[in-house]
T-cell receptor
Framework: GAGVSQTPSNKVTEKGKYVELRCDPI?????LYWYRQSLGQGPEFLIY????????DSGLPNDRFFAVRPEGSVSTLKIQRTERGDSAVYLC?????????????FGSGTRLTVV | EDKVVQSPLSLVVHEGDTVTLNCSYE??????LLWYKQEKKAPTFLFML????IEKKSGRLSSILDKKELFSILNITATQTGDSAIYLC???????????FGQGTRLTINP
């Protein structure tokens, strides 16, 4: 597509529930990134995919968070047993391979609210 | 631990003023310094700097990097209300793809 698309744009869920957040990167971008931005903070790195594989998942906070990219395009971030502290804007970005240090294109994010 | 610190955290000025936003960084294997503008949710790319002392300019915005002092500034001249946003600074790492972001500067331009 023309830009990075994220759905849903807003998600409200109850504590303890499971959620999935979707990201559709720019066509031809093999690198895909997930970041989390809490209120008043800058984006915080979660995970980076190169193609289908997670090349760096060092930012995932715990094992309740998991992400997949089975066909090397669309990615899904999955959060199990959600907690109120998971409330944040989840940003996805994409770039050409190996170009991450030069900046990437972000999507509009999913605002997750856990009540 | 890699760290990027921005100042001020918040700034309110009048339309037409000139502002300077600051970014200091401690990034192992530093590769690049990036500036983004965030108005709603999606950060949009402004500048990428890799060399010291070379100013990058786009209209009323300009930025420069000092790799000796580990510092960058973003200048906005003749500010307009449309410049109101959060400005994010990020460090890029050699051999890695993630960016390390600062906490942002919230800039408000009053008419």
């Amino acid at each position: 597509g023309a830009g990075v698309s994220q759905t849903p744009s807003n998600k409200v869920t109850e504590k303890g529930k499971y959620v999935e957040l979707r990201c559709d990167p720019i066509s031809g971008h093999t690198a895909l990134y997930w970041y989390r931005q809490s209120l008043g903070q800058g984006p915080e790195f979660l995970i980076y995919f190169q193609g289908t594989g997670a090349a760096d998942d060092s930012g995932l906070p715990n094992d309740r968070f998991f992400a997949v990219r089975p066909e090397g395009s669309v990615s899904t971030l999955k959060i199990q047993r959600t907690e109120r502290g998971d409330s944040a804007v989840y940003l996805c970005a994409s770039s050409l391979s190996g170009q991450g240090a030069y900046g990437y294109t972000f999507g509009s994010g999913t605002r997750l609210t856990v009540v | 631990e890699d760290k990027v610190v921005q100042s001020p955290l918040s700034l309110v000025v009048h339309e037409g003023d000139t502002v300077t936003l600051n970014c200091s960084y401690e990034v192992t294997n530093f590769r690049s310094l990036l500036w983004y503008k965030q108005e709603k949710k999606a950060p949009t790319f402004l500048f990428m700097l890799t060399s010291s002392g070379i100013e990058k300019k786009s209209g009323r915005l300009s930025s420069i990097l000092d790799k000796k002092e580990l510092f960058s500034i973003l200048n906005i001249t003749a500010t307009q209300t449309g410049d109101s946003a959060i400005y994010l600074c990020a460090g890029g790492i050699q051999g890695a793809q993630k960016l390390v972001f600062g906490q942002g500067t919230r800039l408000t331009i009053n008419p």
